[in-house]
Protein backbone atom coordinates (compact mmCIF):
# COMPACT_ATOMS: atom_id res chain seq x y z
CA UNK A 1 0.00 0.00 0.00
CA UNK A 2 1.50 3.54 -0.86
CA UNK A 3 2.75 5.31 2.49
CA UNK A 4 -0.31 8.06 1.86
CA UNK A 5 -2.66 5.56 3.06
CA UNK A 6 -1.37 4.36 5.87
CA UNK A 7 -3.84 4.65 9.08
CA UNK A 8 -3.65 6.40 12.18
CA UNK A 9 -5.49 5.50 15.60
CA UNK A 10 -5.48 5.12 19.18
CA UNK A 11 -7.47 2.19 21.21
CA UNK A 12 -10.83 2.53 22.62
CA UNK A 13 -9.06 2.18 26.17
CA UNK A 14 -9.40 6.07 26.24
CA UNK A 15 -12.13 6.05 28.24
CA UNK A 16 -10.83 4.57 31.51
CA UNK A 17 -7.74 7.08 30.73
CA UNK A 18 -9.48 9.94 30.34
CA UNK A 19 -11.29 9.77 33.70
CA UNK A 20 -7.31 10.81 35.32
CA UNK A 21 -7.02 13.40 32.65
CA UNK A 22 -6.76 17.06 34.31
CA UNK A 23 -9.01 20.08 33.12
CA UNK A 24 -7.33 23.20 32.48
CA UNK A 25 -8.82 24.69 35.05
CA UNK A 26 -6.90 22.14 37.09
CA UNK A 27 -3.30 23.18 35.67
CA UNK A 28 -1.15 24.47 37.73
CA UNK A 29 1.67 27.28 37.05
CA UNK A 30 3.28 26.74 33.72
CA UNK A 31 6.23 28.32 32.31
CA UNK A 32 6.72 31.48 29.76
CA UNK A 33 7.15 29.09 26.68
CA UNK A 34 4.16 27.43 25.77
CA UNK A 35 4.39 25.06 22.88
CA UNK A 36 1.63 24.12 21.07
CA UNK A 37 1.33 19.76 20.54
CA UNK A 38 -1.20 17.78 18.74
CA UNK A 39 -1.65 14.07 19.76
CA UNK A 40 -1.78 11.67 16.60
CA UNK A 41 -3.79 8.63 18.65
CA UNK A 42 -5.70 9.18 21.71
CA UNK A 43 -6.35 5.77 23.36
CA UNK A 44 -5.28 4.71 26.59
CA UNK A 45 -1.86 5.37 26.43
CA UNK A 46 -2.06 8.58 24.38
CA UNK A 47 -4.90 9.93 26.66
CA UNK A 48 -2.66 9.34 29.70
CA UNK A 49 0.39 10.79 28.33
CA UNK A 50 -1.77 13.77 27.48
CA UNK A 51 -2.60 14.42 30.70
CA UNK A 52 1.33 14.59 31.78
CA UNK A 53 2.39 17.08 29.20
CA UNK A 54 -0.68 18.95 30.59
CA UNK A 55 0.80 18.98 33.88
CA UNK A 56 4.17 19.88 32.85
CA UNK A 57 2.52 23.20 32.04
CA UNK A 58 4.94 24.04 29.61
CA UNK A 59 2.50 22.61 26.14
CA UNK A 60 -0.93 23.77 25.08
CA UNK A 61 -3.04 20.96 23.70
CA UNK A 62 -3.75 21.94 20.24
CA UNK A 63 -5.40 19.42 18.23
CA UNK A 64 -5.90 15.57 18.40
CA UNK A 65 -6.20 13.10 16.07
CA UNK A 66 -7.35 9.17 16.22
CA UNK A 67 -9.20 7.09 13.65
CA UNK A 68 -12.25 6.64 15.41
CA UNK A 69 -14.58 9.65 15.87
CA UNK A 70 -15.53 9.25 19.00
CA UNK A 71 -11.77 8.56 21.01
CA UNK A 72 -10.73 12.04 18.66
CA UNK A 73 -14.25 13.91 20.70
CA UNK A 74 -14.27 12.67 23.60
CA UNK A 75 -10.24 13.25 25.08
CA UNK A 76 -10.75 16.58 22.98
CA UNK A 77 -13.90 17.23 24.52
CA UNK A 78 -12.33 16.67 27.99
CA UNK A 79 -9.45 18.99 27.52
CA UNK A 80 -11.23 21.79 25.35
CA UNK A 81 -9.87 21.35 22.23
CA UNK A 82 -11.78 23.11 19.58
CA UNK A 83 -14.19 21.04 17.69
CA UNK A 84 -12.59 22.12 14.32
CA UNK A 85 -9.17 20.52 15.30
CA UNK A 86 -10.63 16.85 16.79
CA UNK A 87 -10.06 14.97 13.39
CA UNK A 88 -10.18 11.71 12.12
CA UNK A 89 -9.79 8.83 9.38
CA UNK A 90 -7.40 7.81 7.54
CA UNK A 91 -6.11 11.38 6.62
CA UNK A 92 -6.89 13.26 9.96
CA UNK A 93 -2.88 13.03 11.05
CA UNK A 94 -1.95 15.18 8.17
CA UNK A 95 -4.85 18.10 9.17
CA UNK A 96 -3.67 17.67 12.59
CA UNK A 97 -0.14 18.47 11.54
CA UNK A 98 -1.32 21.58 9.55
CA UNK A 99 -3.45 22.83 12.06
CA UNK A 100 -1.04 24.90 13.50
CA UNK A 101 0.63 22.84 15.71
CA UNK A 102 4.54 23.40 16.18
CA UNK A 103 4.88 19.29 17.50
CA UNK A 104 3.46 16.74 17.51
CA UNK A 105 3.41 12.92 19.81
CA UNK A 106 2.99 10.18 17.93
CA UNK A 107 1.53 7.45 19.91
CA UNK A 108 -1.25 5.64 18.24
CA UNK A 109 -0.35 1.65 16.24
CA UNK A 110 3.75 1.04 15.61
CA UNK A 111 2.73 0.59 11.77
CA UNK A 112 2.26 3.94 11.14
CA UNK A 113 5.01 5.30 12.87
CA UNK A 114 7.21 6.06 9.96
CA UNK A 115 5.36 7.92 7.86
CA UNK A 116 3.22 9.88 10.49
CA UNK A 117 6.89 11.43 11.80
CA UNK A 118 8.55 11.78 8.36
CA UNK A 119 5.22 13.79 7.25
CA UNK A 120 5.56 16.03 10.51
CA UNK A 121 9.49 16.16 10.31
CA UNK A 122 8.95 17.20 6.88
CA UNK A 123 6.27 20.18 7.84
CA UNK A 124 9.01 21.78 10.25
CA UNK A 125 7.43 19.96 13.30
CA UNK A 126 8.93 18.70 16.59
CA UNK A 127 8.14 14.87 17.16
CA UNK A 128 7.52 13.00 20.16
CA UNK A 129 7.59 9.08 20.06
CA UNK A 130 6.19 6.27 21.59
CA UNK A 131 7.80 2.80 21.23
CA UNK A 132 8.01 0.83 19.25
CA UNK A 133 9.23 2.93 16.47
CA UNK A 134 8.71 0.30 12.98
CA UNK A 135 7.35 -2.75 12.55
CA UNK A 136 10.09 -3.98 9.51
CA UNK A 137 13.52 -2.93 8.69
CA UNK A 138 12.24 -0.23 5.85
CA UNK A 139 10.61 1.61 8.76
CA UNK A 140 13.09 1.82 10.99
CA UNK A 141 15.62 2.69 8.50
CA UNK A 142 13.13 5.15 7.51
CA UNK A 143 12.61 7.00 11.33
CA UNK A 144 16.86 6.98 11.42
CA UNK A 145 16.68 9.14 7.98
CA UNK A 146 13.88 11.33 9.45
CA UNK A 147 15.71 12.07 12.68
CA UNK A 148 19.12 12.98 10.64
CA UNK A 149 16.30 15.09 8.27
CA UNK A 150 14.98 16.97 11.92
CA UNK A 151 18.55 17.42 12.77
CA UNK A 152 19.27 19.15 9.53
CA UNK A 153 15.87 21.22 9.66
CA UNK A 154 17.01 22.11 13.72
CA UNK A 155 13.76 20.08 15.04
CA UNK A 156 13.45 18.21 17.80
CA UNK A 157 12.53 13.92 17.58
CA UNK A 158 12.76 12.02 21.02
CA UNK A 159 12.16 8.90 21.22
CA UNK A 160 9.83 7.99 24.67
CA UNK A 161 12.11 5.05 26.32
CA UNK A 162 12.08 5.57 29.68
CA UNK A 163 14.71 3.33 30.94
CA UNK A 164 17.70 5.08 30.45
CA UNK A 165 16.43 7.76 32.20
CA UNK A 166 16.56 6.40 35.42
CA UNK A 167 19.38 7.85 37.92
CA UNK A 168 20.19 4.64 39.59
CA UNK A 169 19.93 3.18 35.86
CA UNK A 170 22.35 6.47 34.87
CA UNK A 171 24.93 5.60 37.82
CA UNK A 172 24.96 1.59 37.02
CA UNK A 173 25.85 2.27 32.87
CA UNK A 174 28.33 4.39 33.80
CA UNK A 175 29.85 1.72 35.84
CA UNK A 176 29.97 -0.82 33.18
CA UNK A 177 31.41 1.23 30.53
CA UNK A 178 33.91 2.31 33.13
CA UNK A 179 34.73 -1.53 33.46
CA UNK A 180 33.09 -2.62 36.36
CA UNK A 181 32.08 -6.52 34.92
CA UNK A 182 35.56 -7.03 33.94
CA UNK A 183 35.31 -8.68 30.10
CA UNK A 184 31.68 -9.25 29.20
CA UNK A 185 31.35 -12.82 28.30
CA UNK A 186 27.11 -13.00 27.69
CA UNK A 187 23.79 -11.71 28.37
CA UNK A 188 20.54 -13.28 29.81
CA UNK A 189 17.60 -11.13 29.30
CA UNK A 190 13.71 -11.71 29.58
CA UNK A 191 10.50 -9.79 27.94
CA UNK A 192 8.00 -11.47 29.57
CA UNK A 193 4.57 -10.85 28.92
CA UNK A 194 2.18 -10.95 31.90
CA UNK A 195 -0.88 -12.30 29.76
CA UNK A 196 -1.86 -13.18 26.14
CA UNK A 197 -2.87 -9.58 24.00
CA UNK A 198 -6.48 -10.31 23.03
CA UNK A 199 -7.23 -12.26 19.86
CA UNK A 200 -10.83 -12.32 18.66
CA UNK A 201 -11.89 -13.97 14.88
CA UNK A 202 -10.65 -11.77 11.89
CA UNK A 203 -13.73 -9.95 10.55
CA UNK A 204 -14.04 -7.99 6.67
CA UNK A 205 -11.88 -5.53 7.16
CA UNK A 206 -8.32 -4.43 9.51
CA UNK A 207 -11.02 -1.90 10.93
CA UNK A 208 -12.17 -4.45 14.22
CA UNK A 209 -8.16 -5.07 14.97
CA UNK A 210 -7.78 -1.61 15.58
CA UNK A 211 -9.61 -1.78 19.30
CA UNK A 212 -8.54 -2.44 22.58
CA UNK A 213 -5.07 -3.74 21.97
CA UNK A 214 -5.81 -6.24 19.28
CA UNK A 215 -3.30 -5.06 17.02
CA UNK A 216 -1.13 -6.57 19.14
CA UNK A 217 -1.53 -9.97 18.08
CA UNK A 218 -1.08 -8.77 14.46
CA UNK A 219 3.09 -8.46 13.69
CA UNK A 220 2.35 -6.36 10.77
CA UNK A 221 0.92 -3.86 12.93
CA UNK A 222 2.88 -4.46 16.23
CA UNK A 223 5.84 -5.79 14.99
CA UNK A 224 5.22 -8.93 17.78
CA UNK A 225 5.84 -8.93 21.41
CA UNK A 226 9.55 -8.89 21.09
CA UNK A 227 9.26 -5.26 18.98
CA UNK A 228 6.14 -3.98 20.95
CA UNK A 229 6.67 -5.14 24.40
CA UNK A 230 10.34 -6.45 24.94
CA UNK A 231 11.81 -3.80 23.01
CA UNK A 232 11.99 -1.85 26.71
CA UNK A 233 14.68 -4.23 27.91
CA UNK A 234 16.31 -4.81 24.50
CA UNK A 235 16.65 -0.45 24.26
CA UNK A 236 18.04 -0.58 27.40
CA UNK A 237 20.90 -2.97 26.57
CA UNK A 238 21.69 -0.74 23.42
CA UNK A 239 22.16 1.84 25.56
CA UNK A 240 24.19 0.17 28.15
CA UNK A 241 26.32 -1.40 25.71
CA UNK A 242 26.34 1.02 22.78
CA UNK A 243 26.25 -1.39 19.69
CA UNK A 244 24.15 -4.02 18.35
CA UNK A 245 24.65 -7.65 17.48
CA UNK A 246 25.69 -8.98 14.56
CA UNK A 247 24.22 -11.72 14.12
CA UNK A 248 21.08 -14.02 15.13
CA UNK A 249 19.23 -17.61 15.58
CA UNK A 250 16.21 -18.93 17.30
CA UNK A 251 13.41 -20.37 17.91
CA UNK A 252 9.51 -19.29 18.21
CA UNK A 253 5.74 -21.35 18.64
CA UNK A 254 2.09 -20.36 18.85
CA UNK A 255 0.33 -21.84 21.37
CA UNK A 256 -2.82 -20.48 22.25
CA UNK A 257 -6.21 -22.53 21.72
CA UNK A 258 -7.27 -20.25 18.77
CA UNK A 259 -5.01 -17.87 16.81
CA UNK A 260 -6.26 -15.49 14.59
CA UNK A 261 -3.48 -12.99 14.32
CA UNK A 262 0.08 -14.76 13.58
CA UNK A 263 2.22 -13.25 17.02
CA UNK A 264 3.84 -16.01 17.99
CA UNK A 265 3.41 -16.40 21.75
CA UNK A 266 7.01 -17.99 23.17
CA UNK A 267 10.28 -17.34 21.54
CA UNK A 268 14.11 -18.31 22.56
CA UNK A 269 16.91 -15.85 20.70
CA UNK A 270 20.08 -16.60 20.74
CA UNK A 271 22.66 -13.09 19.65
CA UNK A 272 26.35 -13.02 19.16
CA UNK A 273 28.36 -10.22 18.58
CA UNK A 274 31.56 -9.35 16.58
CA UNK A 275 33.95 -9.98 19.74
CA UNK A 276 32.37 -13.45 21.05
CA UNK A 277 29.62 -11.93 23.42
CA UNK A 278 26.89 -14.01 23.14
CA UNK A 279 23.15 -12.83 24.42
CA UNK A 280 19.99 -15.13 25.04
CA UNK A 281 16.79 -13.62 25.14
CA UNK A 282 13.24 -15.22 26.29
CA UNK A 283 9.48 -13.73 25.32
CA UNK A 284 5.98 -14.85 25.89
CA UNK A 285 2.44 -13.83 25.77
CA UNK A 286 0.32 -16.30 27.69
CA UNK A 287 -1.99 -16.14 30.26
CA UNK A 288 0.39 -18.27 32.85
CA UNK A 289 0.31 -15.98 35.62
CA UNK A 290 3.86 -15.11 35.08
CA UNK A 291 5.61 -11.98 37.08
CA UNK A 292 4.05 -8.57 35.89
CA UNK A 293 7.33 -6.86 35.99
CA UNK A 294 9.69 -9.15 33.80
CA UNK A 295 11.43 -6.95 31.56
CA UNK A 296 15.21 -7.89 33.31
CA UNK A 297 18.78 -8.55 31.71
CA UNK A 298 21.86 -9.98 33.27
CA UNK A 299 24.96 -9.08 32.42
CA UNK A 300 27.78 -11.70 32.84
CA UNK A 301 31.59 -10.33 32.68
CA UNK A 302 34.59 -12.10 34.31
CA UNK A 303 34.89 -9.95 37.15
CA UNK A 304 31.34 -9.29 38.23
CA UNK A 305 27.61 -9.69 37.40
CA UNK A 306 25.08 -6.82 36.55
CA UNK A 307 20.97 -6.65 36.69
CA UNK A 308 19.37 -4.16 34.66
CA UNK A 309 15.28 -4.56 34.95
CA UNK A 310 12.31 -2.11 34.18
CA UNK A 311 11.76 -1.83 37.96
CA UNK A 312 12.75 -2.69 41.50
CA UNK A 313 16.34 -3.34 42.36
CA UNK A 314 19.14 -3.26 39.74
CA UNK A 315 23.07 -4.19 40.98
CA UNK A 316 26.36 -4.77 40.48
CA UNK A 317 27.84 -7.72 42.89
CA UNK A 318 31.54 -8.59 42.41
CA UNK A 319 34.26 -6.71 41.36
CA UNK A 320 35.73 -3.18 42.58
CA UNK A 321 32.31 -1.01 41.89
CA UNK A 322 29.82 -3.31 43.45
CA UNK A 323 26.19 -1.09 43.10
CA UNK A 324 22.49 -1.04 44.02
CA UNK A 325 19.45 1.23 43.70
CA UNK A 326 16.25 0.52 43.62
CA UNK A 327 14.32 2.29 40.34
CA UNK A 328 11.04 4.37 40.88
CA UNK A 329 7.68 4.59 39.28
CA UNK A 330 9.45 4.73 35.98
CA UNK A 331 6.44 4.24 33.83
CA UNK A 332 5.20 7.21 34.79
CA UNK A 333 8.65 9.48 36.33
CA UNK A 334 10.39 8.21 32.98
CA UNK A 335 7.49 9.59 30.66
CA UNK A 336 7.62 12.96 32.63
CA UNK A 337 11.58 13.60 32.29
CA UNK A 338 11.06 12.64 28.70
CA UNK A 339 8.39 15.25 28.38
CA UNK A 340 10.68 17.89 30.18
CA UNK A 341 13.79 17.36 27.86
CA UNK A 342 11.65 17.62 24.87
CA UNK A 343 10.08 21.06 26.12
CA UNK A 344 14.19 22.09 27.11
CA UNK A 345 15.37 20.19 23.92
CA UNK A 346 12.86 22.79 21.69
CA UNK A 347 13.60 25.75 23.53
CA UNK A 348 17.27 25.66 23.86
CA UNK A 349 17.95 24.48 20.74
CA UNK A 350 19.52 21.18 21.26
CA UNK A 351 18.57 18.97 18.23
CA UNK A 352 21.44 16.04 17.99
CA UNK A 353 18.58 14.14 18.36
CA UNK A 354 20.58 11.07 19.79
CA UNK A 355 17.36 8.63 21.01
CA UNK A 356 16.94 7.84 17.63
CA UNK A 357 19.68 6.14 16.49
CA UNK A 358 19.51 4.39 19.91
CA UNK A 359 15.86 3.10 18.62
CA UNK A 360 16.80 2.30 15.38
CA UNK A 361 19.48 -0.14 16.73
CA UNK A 362 17.31 -1.76 18.83
CA UNK A 363 14.59 -2.07 16.70
CA UNK A 364 16.77 -3.73 14.15
CA UNK A 365 17.85 -6.18 17.02
CA UNK A 366 14.48 -6.64 18.17
CA UNK A 367 13.51 -7.32 14.02
CA UNK A 368 16.61 -9.65 13.64
CA UNK A 369 15.27 -12.06 16.58
CA UNK A 370 11.74 -12.06 15.18
CA UNK A 371 13.04 -12.69 11.80
CA UNK A 372 15.61 -15.84 13.35
CA UNK A 373 12.85 -17.06 15.67
CA UNK A 374 10.23 -17.14 13.49
CA UNK A 375 12.44 -18.58 10.23
CA UNK A 376 14.13 -20.90 12.69
CA UNK A 377 18.11 -20.26 11.20
CA UNK A 378 20.99 -18.67 11.40
CA UNK A 379 20.49 -14.77 10.09
CA UNK A 380 23.10 -11.76 10.31
CA UNK A 381 21.90 -8.42 10.45
CA UNK A 382 23.61 -7.28 7.38
CA UNK A 383 21.40 -9.81 5.66
CA UNK A 384 18.43 -9.15 7.37
CA UNK A 385 19.42 -5.42 6.12
CA UNK A 386 19.72 -6.07 2.90
CA UNK A 387 16.60 -8.54 2.62
CA UNK A 388 14.71 -4.89 3.49
CA UNK A 389 11.41 -6.97 4.07
CA UNK A 390 8.65 -4.84 4.33
CA UNK A 391 5.23 -5.76 6.16
CA UNK A 392 2.00 -4.78 4.86
CA UNK A 393 -1.62 -3.79 5.99
CA UNK A 394 -4.24 -4.57 3.83
CA UNK A 395 -7.17 -0.94 4.37
CA UNK A 396 -9.13 -1.50 1.89
CA UNK A 397 -12.65 -0.67 3.67
CA UNK A 398 -11.03 1.96 6.12
CA UNK A 399 -12.74 5.36 6.60
CA UNK A 400 -10.47 8.29 4.45
Not at 56 to 81: R, S, W
Not at 265 to 289: K, M, P, R, S
Not at 369 to 396: P, Y
Amino acid sequence: MPLTRRLFLGSTLAASALATLPTRAEEPAKPARKIKVGFIGCGGRGAWLAGLFLKHGGYELHAVADYFPNVAANIGGKLQVDKARCFSGLDGYKKLIESGVEAVVVIDVPYFYPEQARTAIEAGKHVYMAKPIAVDVPGTLLVGETGKLATQKQLCFLIDYQLPTDPVVIELGQRVREGALGRLGHIASFGMGWHAWPDPPLEKTIESRLRQQIWLSDTALSGDTIVSYDIHIIDGLMWLLGRRPTAACGRARTMRPQPHGDRTDIATVLYEFDDGLIWTHVTQALDNEFDVTTLSASVFGDAATARLQYSGKIFIRGGKQSYAGQIGSIYNEGAERNIAAFHRNICEGHFENASVQRAVDGHLTAILGREAAARRKFITLDELIKENKQLTVDLSGLKA
